[in-house]
């Protein structure tokens, strides 16, 4: 039961990591901001975005 719930909270975070992404993407659209904002975005929030769909995999693959 413990890698379903490990598989069930990085999906969660993962989920919640996107909406807050999409949020401050729709943000800077609608908000007209230049191109450096969304640099500024693909920096900070990209790897994370990688990383939690890359420990999601590995929890699903894990074998205990």
Do not use: C, N
Request: proline share 3%; hydrophobic share 60%; charged share 15%.
């Amino acid at each position: 039961m413990a890698p379903l719930k490990r598989v069930v909270t990085r999906v969660v975070f993962l989920a919640i990591h996107l909406a807050v992404s999409i949020a401050l993407f729709v943000w800077g659209v609608w908000g007209d901001r230049d191109w450096s904002s969304y640099v500024f975005l693909g920096i900070a929030l990209g790897p994370g975005s990688v990383v939690s769909a890359i420990r999601i995999l590995r929890a699903i693959v894990r074998k205990e």
